[in-house]
């Protein structure tokens, strides 16, 4: 597959951070010597001081996406969300050293989160093209005559090939499989609802031993897009949502204990801002202070959702319908609350019942269900974990208003439900914020 490797420019840009930190200490108090600055030897202290630094950077810099191949890609847009994070770790630090009194060096402090976004993002953009620019074009062989699925993959490649050197080679309803069909091949993509021959599947034998390298279709959309569009999961291939997976004792307890501490938490600390929603709401429009709403969560039980009221009292006297893009029903302040997510905070106390977790695929209301899971019998798929008030498809995917629009986003829910974890729950936690901050996928 195309060898793009996140950690690499992690850890870079991690070594980098500190070595500029470094570098600004020595020649503010060793290499040079100013006017009333006295010289300083460097002491553990600032050097612990410089990693926290660093390793703060790189995580606000994961959670704003920064190592997400298209941001990487372009360096502008590097830059920007690059000097957003810095913003947000100087910003923490400096309440912190303002509290606390601690001595720090300033110069050091400004100076190199002024400069690091610069170094980083060049960094980054160089890198990348300079290995993506020494390799060849990546030729894709896909052996499926399906049509549906060749423009799914046609799609996926079209979405990437500006980034990564990318081609594809797809068979018609008359082509056979020869050995002359693998030269000049980099990676072949196999459809595994395809019956194959035991020629073909010799030539596929052969081609792995002599390094080639076969992937399935689905293989192809969680390397690059981290989704399972529901269209290409065969039946034998439900083991990816198997109770094994899904009764670990993460997903069984862990993640139970998290919630309780997380929404507890969350409750307490947003408890100001609860409190003035719930004030402003009930001066500027009338009605109840909070909607609830029936919702279907794990296993299929209906459970009452909370929100704060973003909307007109008589909002569905016509019955439910989902949310449209400037919608005539929402409220005033619900156009506040709603695109930095505010209206949701009362889904805590759901999380602390028990009701929801904290990271899931998002409840979906029972008037949907029948009409959606008819067209996609897959999201049903979607009711074997809790509900969540964050999830991978929230941070990976925009709001949907459309059964259509359904399918896209349970790709990412296959995913999650298939993948479920600390590792990815941290992550998504860290793309919540990005999500937040930048007001996507709400209305």
């Known amino acids: 597959m195309v060898k793009y490797n996140k950690f690499l420019f992690i850890a870079s840009n991690f070594i980098i951070s500190f070595c500029i930190f470094l570098l600004m200490f020595l020649v503010r108090y060793n290499f040079f010597s100013f006017l009333f600055i006295e010289k300083r030897s460097l002491e553990i202290s600032s050097i612990t001081l410089f990693l926290i630094y660093s390793l703060f950077i790189v995580v606000f810099n994961i959670a704003l996406k920064v190592y997400e191949v298209n941001r990487i890609y372009s360096f502008v847009e590097s830059l920007l969300i690059s000097y957003l994070s810095v913003l947000f770790v100087s910003v923490i630090f400096g309440f912190y050293f303002y509290f606390t009194q601690m001595p720090f060096a300033r110069f050091v402090f400004f100076m190199g989160f002024l400069i690091i976004p610069v170094v980083n993002s060049l960094y980054n953009r160089i890198v990348f093209s300079a290995i993506f620019t020494e390799n060849k074009k990546y030729t894709f062989l896909f052996l499926s005559k399906d049509e549906k699925k060749q423009n799914l993959l046609k799609k996926l490649i079209d979405k990437y090939k500006k980034i990564f050197p990318l081609n594809i080679i797809y068979l018609d309803e008359s ?3 020869s050995k002359k069909d693998f030269e000049n091949i980099d990676l072949v993509v196999i459809d595994t609802e395809l019956e194959y021959s035991k020629d073909e599947l010799d030539l596929l034998n052969s081609y792995e031993l002599s390094g080639g390298r076969i992937y399935s279709l689905m293989d192809v959309f969680v390397y690059f897009d981290q989704k399972i569009p529901p269209s290409i999961v065969p039946t034998y291939h439900l083991e990816l949502f198997s109770s094994y997976k899904l009764d670990s004792p993460y997903t069984a307890y862990m993640k139970r204990v998290g919630d309780i501490l997380i929404s507890f938490l969350l409750i307490v600390a947003t408890s100001p801002i609860l409190l003035l929603t719930a004030f402003i709401i009930a001066i500027t429009s009338k009605g109840g202070i909070f909607y609830i709403q029936k919702r279907v969560g794990l296993n299929q039980k209906e459970f009452n959702m909370l929100k704060f009221r973003s909307m007109v009292t008589n909002a569905e006297k016509d019955g439910a319908k989902f949310t449209k893009k400037n919608d005539s029903r929402v409220t005033l302040i ?3 609350i709603r695109p930095i997510r505010v209206d949701e905070l009362p889904q ?8 929801m977790s ?6 979906e209301r029972p008037e949907f269900i029948n009409d959606i899971t008819e067209k996609i019998p897959l999201f049903k798929k979607r009711l074997l974990v809790k509900p969540g008030l964050t999830g991978w498809a929230q941070v990976k995917y925009s709001y949907v208003n459309t059964i259509d629009d359904m399918e896209e986003k349970l790709s990412y829910d ?4 298939s993948n479920m974890g600390l590792l990815i729950d941290l992550k998504i936690l860290l793309y919540t914020l990005e999500t937040v901050i930048f007001r996507r996928g709400a209305m």
């Open 175 to 177: 082509y056979t499989i």
């Open 348 to 355: 805590l106390f759901n999380i602390l019942k028990g009701d």
């Open 414 to 417: 296959l995913y999650y439900i």
């Open 334 to 336: 619900g156009k506040i």
């Open 358 to 363: 904290f990271i899931g695929p998002r409840p």
